[in-house]
C-alpha cells in the first residue's frame, strides 16, 4: 500500500492566493464512480482530459469521449459534498482524468469507501490539489491543470440545443438493471459495431437489434414491460448507432437508480442516468449520442 507522509507548510512562506473553490467528500468512491462512467479509455496509459467548471451550486465534469457521436457531463451538486465552498463567480479548469483517477486510488481500491477526498483549486497558480484521508493517513496529490480549448461548456450547450431544436419523439424512464440485462446480450454479440435502435406509438414500442459474425440479436420491449417505469413515444423512428458509443452512453447503468432517454426526430439520444449517493442525495451522469449518418447518393445512370 502506497503512502505518503503530510507535509506542513509554513504559511508565511506561501503566497496569499485566492481560493477558487473548495469541497470535501467523505466517499471517495462516490466521486471515482462518476469518473468511471465517463472515462473511455483504458489502461495505464490515459489520454483524456476532463473540463471541470465549479459554481457555488455544483461541480460538472465534462468529458470529449474518443468517438464523435458522444458527448458526456457528470454533475454532483454541492449538498453531496461535507464541506462545499466556491467563489461567486466559480471557475475553470481542465485536468487529465486518468491522473485524478490514480489518485484517488492510492491507498488501494478497496478504501475507497473509507477514504475522504478535499479538492482545492486556485486559479492564480494553475493547481488542483487534492487531500486523501484514510485511517488517519494523509496524502497530498497536486496536479497541473492543461491548457486546452478541447471540451468546454460552449461545445455541449452547442450539442444540447441541436437536441432541443427537433421535436423530441420519444421519452422513457427505464429500470436500469432490465436495460443492463439486454445490453450484455450486445457486447457477447462477436463482430458487431452497429445497434439499431427503434422507437413506436405502437407495437413493438421498443427494439434493439444487431448483427454480428455468428449471428443476429433482436431484442423487443412492449411499453408495459418491467423495463420501462414510464414511455411516451408521439411517432416512429428507427437509427443504428455505433455499438461502442452506445454501451459507453450505458456504463452507468451498473450504479444508476433510474435512466432517463430521449429521442428526437433526428435520431439524437439524450441519455441521463441518476444516482442516489449513500446520504440520498443525487447525482447526474449525462450523455448525447448521434446516430450514423450515412450520406445519400443520388442515383445515376451508369
Not at 454541492?78 to 486518468?98: Q, R, T, W
Not at 413515444?233 to 458509443?245: H, M, Q, S, T, V
Not at 432517454?261 to 449520442?289: A, P, T, W, Y
Request: hydrophobic share 35%.
Amino acid at each position: 500500500k502506497k503512502m505518503a507522509e503530510h507535509q506542513e507548510n509554513d504559511a508565511d512562506d506561501m503566497p496569499d492566493e485566492v481560493l477558487t473553490f473548495s469541497a470535501k467528500i467523505e466517499n471517495t468512491k462516490e466521486l471515482y464512480s462518476l469518473l468511471t462512467c465517463l472515462a473511455t479509455v483504458k489502461g495505464p496509459k490515459h489520454d483524456q482530459n476532463a473540463h471541470i467548471e465549479v459554481s457555488p451550486n455544483e461541480i460538472v465534469f465534462m468529458v470529449k469521449a474518443r468517438s464523435k457521436h458522444t458527448a458526456c457531463t457528470g454533475t454532483m451538486p454541492n449538498n453531496i459534498f461535507s464541506a462545499f465552498e466556491c467563489n461567486e463567480s466559480g471557475g475553470s479548469f481542465c485536468i487529465n482524468l486518468g491522473t485524478m483517477m490514480e489518485c484517488l486510488c492510492i491507498f488501494g481500491p478497496t478504501s475507497l469507501a473509507t477514504t475522504s477526498v478535499t479538492m482545492d483549486y486556485r486559479a492564480e497558480n494553475g493547481k488542483f490539489e487534492m487531500v486523501l484521508e484514510d485511517q488517519g493517513i494523509l496524502t497530498v496529490c497536486s496536479l497541473s491543470t492543461i491548457d486546452t480549448d478541447e471540451y468546454t461548456s460552449e461545445s455541449w450547450s452547442q450539442m444540447t440545443s441541436a437536441f432541443r431544436t427537433s421535436q423530441q419523439l420519444c421519452r422513457m424512464m427505464m429500470n436500469p438493471e432490465y436495460l443492463r440485462e439486454a445490453l450484455y446480450e450486445l457486447q457477447d454479440l462477436q463482430g458487431a459495431s452497429i445497434v439499431t435502435v427503434l422507437v413506436s406509438s405502437s407495437a413493438p414500442y421498443f427494439r434493439i437489434s444487431s448483427s454480428g459474425n455468428l449471428g443476429s440479436l433482436e431484442i423487443e420491449f412492449s411499453k408495459t414491460s418491467d423495463l420501462f417505469q414510464d414511455f411516451e413515444c408521439d411517432g416512429i423512428n428507427e437509427c443504428d448507432y455505433p455499438l461502442e458509443a452506445l454501451l459507453q452512453g450505458m456504463k452507468a447503468l451498473a450504479v444508476a437508480h433510474e435512466t432517463y432517454i430521449r429521442i428526437n426526430d433526428e435520431g439524437v439520444m439524450c441519455i441521463q442516468h441518476q444516482i442516489d449517493s449513500s446520504s440520498g442525495k443525487k447525482c447526474f451522469v449525462d450523455f448525447l449520442l448521434l446516430p450514423n449518418v450515412v450520406d445519400e447518393v443520388e442515383d445515376g445512370e451508369p
